[in-house]
């Protein structure tokens, strides 16, 4: 009997390591032998030109396969690789089977065009009451004027919201944990993000509080479905990266969960440099997930030779022109450009026929993605 009890125990104690190491986050040497096997990453975050948010680009109603599969046809020409595409949890909740199945199809036309993507799961820009059905149309002259936030306040400030997220996580990473068409999950977007915009006074009181608590929960329930792909959540403001102590709760997360290591840089090449080295020192790969501002200083050419050379993946904001209106500068919120247009786009890389807002830059992408790692075209600077 003792001997029973003890084999017993003993099975018991594998399991409980067994699965305590699939919650595990990947190892250094883990990481970097997934991001060898990958080509040198370079995209762009993704909307189609006839959506406003991801809730447009997503429901039923409006979801334009026909329109994906031109656009990332431009983006196979351009040399690109993947596509940092947003998810909402209300789409989970309103229709998983649906919404599944409409990832099924893009994820079919993104391989089609060779485009893994990085889906998003949640995100605190922008409007913090996000409500599914039609939405509203841009507001003229003004940055990404329908852009909504994942969960948004009313879920975010009620505890009893978490067992849905939770579905919402495990459903769909769980759904897709093993498709190799995928290229990684970014669990939450800036979530320390105080919103942007005139939302101020509709985001919760407790939002960095209730972020902090969510966020490690959030990685959590993507390990324990076992994704092969790995978790990120992308650090973007503040400063001395390297230096854990210094850094908040959710930045913490952030670095001390991710198997790869993500972030967000819109300034000058010289604080993309410092960013890329202090980032460097967790000996993990490195990936920036959003960049190229071009009135704020940050351009491709600018960041792509030391991205290249650091072998730094390099995913911009914006792809196509379109209701997101995010070729318009942020200060757009304060004063719309109405009755003049910026004097260079901010954010964007094409017009809703295909044509390069600069063509130099389209000439660089190709340029780019079609040398080895680590090596810079020959006028690339």
């Not at 966020?215 to 973007?236: D, E, N, Y």
Request: glycine share 8%; with cysteine.
């Amino acid at each position: 009997m003792k001997r029973v009890i003890s084999i017993l125990a003993v099975a018991t104690l594998f399991a409980v390591q067994a699965s305590a190491a699939d919650l595990e986050r990947w190892s250094p040497a883990e990481a970097n032998t997934w991001y060898a096997a990958q080509p040198w990453v370079l995209g762009s975050n993704y909307l189609p030109a006839s959506a406003i948010n991801e809730l447009e680009m997503w429901q039923a109603a409006t979801f334009d396969p026909k329109r994906i599969d031109v656009e990332l046809g431009w983006a196979e020409g351009l040399g690109m690789n993947t596509m940092r595409v947003f998810l909402h949890d209300q789409l989970w909740r309103e229709d998983p089977k649906g919404f599944a199945k409409r990832i099924d199809t893009f994820l079919a036309i993104a391989a089609k065009h060779h485009i893994k993507p990085l889906f998003v799961l949640f995100d605190s820009c922008w409007d913090p009451n996000p409500k599914l059905g039609p939405q509203h149309p841009p507001i003229p002259g003004v940055h990404n004027s329908g852009w909504v936030q994942s969960p948004g306040t009313k879920a975010l400030d009620n505890p009893a919201e978490e067992g849905r997220l939770e579905a919402y996580v495990k459903g769909i990473v769980g759904r897709f944990a093993a498709d190799n068409r995928i290229l990684a999950w970014d669990v939450w977007n800036e979530p320390d993000n105080e919103g942007g915009g005139n939302y101020q006074a509709e985001e919760s009181k407790q939002k960095v509080q209730r972020v902090a608590v969510l966020l490690p929960k959030v990685f959590a329930w993507a390990r324990s479905v076992k994704p092969k792909q790995p978790l990120t959540s992308g650090i973007w403001h503040n400063e001395n990266w390297d230096k854990l102590a210094g850094l908040n709760t959710v930045e913490k997360t952030q670095l001390e969960q991710s198997d790869v290591i993500t972030f967000h840089d819109y300034g000058w090449p010289e604080s993309f440099a410092g960013r890329v080295a202090a980032l460097k020192t967790y000996g993990r790969p490195v990936i920036c997930t959003e960049y190229m501002a071009r009135g704020n200083g940050s351009t491709f050419d600018g960041d792509l030779p030391i991205a290249k050379r650091a072998n730094v993946g390099m995913v911009n904001w914006g792809f196509v022109n379109g209701k997101s209106q995010t070729h318009l500068p942020w200060d757009s919120w304060k004063r719309p450009y109405v009755d003049m247009q910026p004097q260079v786009w901010f954010h964007d890389i094409l017009y809703q026929d295909g044509k390069p807002y600069r063509q130099a830059e389209a000439d660089m992408l190709k340029a780019f993605s079609a040398a080895p790692k680590g090596v810079v075209p020959a006028d690339g600077k």
